[in-house]
């Protein structure tokens, strides 16, 4: 196989990869020549390859030179292969042959290049007579055809593209990755840098749609890990993990990633121990998170005590250098523990404090500081002291974080936007946290703690929070209603909140499940739907959604996030009870739930 010689400017400047023009050329060439050796041929005065270059003019015999735009005859190449020593040329990465041949053919030394269907180039010369020329130069005619020369024009040529056109691993053409490339592969990446990075700051990508602190970091993350085997599948076995058991889409191959993660750490341990501890505790948090999305617990604890031991290392988790990954650690924590219904195991070391109280003036949203519009229906219950102060307390402060993310995304100023992202992301990461520490033998007390956590990382940890947290505590809501029938629990005729707290749960139930089932009977039960009913008979043109909107807003709603499993409910209700019909009421919850149980 003839051998290629691809000259490629990797300048970010560069239009194109292959195609250079005029300077780049040159720079390219400077570049491969500089610091060598040449030899001077005896016939020719000037620098090899300097006959090539000339313009057209007739020469002593009267033969006359035509200026070549891309490579010179056989007199140019003849010396500028006479002009390099061997090992020189072996040095460089090119072989050039020790000597080219003419061919007879027309007087000009213009060369024609093609590019075949297979992406191969192709160099056809056709060169003037040998007339002039040392008997060395037209020894062998044969190994012309050795050799392509690629130094592209800056004329249009029907040459490659791209590097593609010339390499069949297109996805990792250098061949850098330890791991091979291949199309699911570098899916998988494109998701962490696309998909999973951005929702680990979900506060701040959503709220500056799009935009988060550490967004830089993920494709640093990613060209590190193309050179370490274990990061690598780490990463993909997160990515795998994630995409079957949170966007349940199955097939990702995640067993076979996790298993090679695990068989590279006790092959590597030893390297392992020599690499910095910035790259060990990445390796960790994602084998961390991998396991969780797969719900093996058991697994992601050890990877957590291993952390510990890391963070001990620098003097706590708060002493950890790089920002980003202390801040990955707390978050997944969080989201572990919030799956779990469990305390979390990192300490609470990042709230904020109160919003208006630690935002400068300037960085205030530019909107009416008035939280008694948000949540009004709980004032009544948090006046009478009925709820634990501890309880009462954060449910102020989700008070707050709802005011905040109510008007974060609407118009206005970049900076204020920009603060309030980076608040809410903490100051939520602080409320799930005091939540999570408390639990409540009163069962009504403890229906509302789980109610209220619900839409905490309903509306403020997604896709996460909606996909997978909510899913596992709804049945943990429900137990604590069936608990809080018996005689000492009782909800003291706050039937209201009982509502809200059970249309919570049935939006986090999965769908057309148990769960989703029994949270619809006891709406009936309770008399919401009634409600509903008599409300639409007074106003026939709103809708049951619209009325199950106007309820939320009373306790807390967040129609971005909301509103999906909100027309779900109303579908559900809609399709098993007339509300044309006064009859209705009197048939039982299970002849309404037993209809319609597809979404809308």
């Known amino acids: 196989m003839a051998p290629q010689f691809l000259f490629v400017n990797k300048d970010a400047g560069s239009a194109s990869l292959t195609r250079s023009n005029a300077v780049e050329q040159t720079a390219i060439n400077s570049y491969v020549q500089r610091g060598r050796r040449h030899k001077r041929s005896a016939h020719n005065k000037g620098r090899a390859g300097t006959q090539g270059r000339r313009s057209t003019k007739p020469d002593k015999k009267g033969d006359t030179d035509d200026e070549l735009d891309l490579v010179s005859g056989s007199t140019t190449a003849t010396s500028a ?57 037209v020894k062998s005619r044969k190994n012309m055809d050795k050799t392509i020369l690629l130094l592209n024009p800056s004329s249009a040529l029907n040459s490659p593209r791209d590097i593609s056109q010339v390499t069949s691993t297109s996805i990792d053409p250098f061949g850098h990755s330890v791991v091979k490339m291949d199309p699911h592969v570098a899916e998988l990446c494109r998701y962490f840098c696309d998909k999973f990075h951005p929702s680990v700051w979900h506060a701040e990508s959503w709220t500056l749609k799009g935009q988060y602190t550490h967004q830089s970091t993920s494709s640093a993350i990613i060209q590190r890990a193309m050179q370490n085997e274990v990061e690598m599948n780490a990463i993909l076995a997160c990515m795998a993990a994630r995409i079957e058991n949170v966007d349940l889409i199955p097939g990702q191959q995640t067993d076979r990633f996790m298993g090679n993660a695990l068989v590279a750490v006790r092959k590597r341990f030893s390297s392992l121990s020599s690499a910095s501890k910035h790259q060990l505790l990445l390796i960790i948090f994602h084998l961390y998170a991998g ?70 003036p300037e960085m205030l949203l530019e909107a009416p500081q008035d939280l008694s519009t948000i949540a009004p229906a709980f004032r009544g219950i948090l006046a009478d002291g009925y709820l634990p102060s501890d309880l009462a307390e954060v449910l102020l402060e989700v008070v707050e974080c709802a005011w905040v993310l109510r008007y974060a995304r609407t118009g206005t100023s970049p900076l204020a936007a920009k603060h309030a992202a980076r608040w809410l992301l903490w100051r939520n990461s602080a409320v799930r946290y005091r939540i999570l520490a408390t639990q409540y033998t009163d069962m009504v007390h403890e229906a ?103 309820f939320h807003q009373r306790f807390f709603y967040y129609e971005p996030i909301q509103r999906p499993r909100l027309e779900r409910l109303a579908h559900l209700i809609g399709g098993s009870v007339d509300f044309g019909s006064r009859s209705a009421s009197s048939s039982s919850p299970t002849d309404r739930t037993s209809k319609s149980r597809s979404p809308p």
């Not at 250098?321 to 219904?341: K, Y």
């Open 448 to 550: 509302i703690r789980t109610a209220l956590f619900i839409w905490v990382v309903t509306a403020m940890v997604v896709p996460l929070g909606v996909m997978r947290i909510a899913d596992l505590n709804a049945p943990r809501l429900m137990r604590a209603l069936q608990a809080a029938k018996w005689p000492t629990h009782k909800w003291r005729g706050l039937f209201e909140v009982k509502m809200w707290v059970l249309a919570i749960g049935a939006q986090a139930a999965r769908l057309d499940g148990h769960e989703e089932k029994w949270y619809l009977d006891q709406l009936f039960e309770v008399g919401m739907v009634e409600n509903i009913r008599r409300y639409r008979e007074r106003n026939p043109d709103v809708e049951t959604a619209d009325v199950l909107r106007q």
């Open 81 to 137: 292969a006479s002009s390099l020593p061997d090992d020189e040329s072996s040095q460089s990465g090119v072989k050039i042959p020790k000597s080219l041949s003419s061919r007879s053919g027309p007087k000009s030394k213009a060369a024609r290049i093609t590019a075949s269907s297979k992406a191969r180039p192709k160099v056809q010369f056709t060169q003037r007579s040998d007339r002039g020329q040392s008997p060395s130069t």
């Open 291 to 360: 396991e969780a999305y797969r719900q093996n617990w058991q697994a992601a604890r050890i990877h957590m005590r291993a952390a510990k031991d890391l963070f001990n290392s620098w003097g706590g988790l708060a002493h950890v250098p790089d920002q980003s990954i202390r801040e990955s650690f707390i978050i997944g924590d969080g989201n572990v523990s919030a799956c779990l219904m469990e305390p979390c195991e990192l300490p609470c070391e990042y709230d904020p404090g109160p919003y208006f109280t630690v935002t400068p």
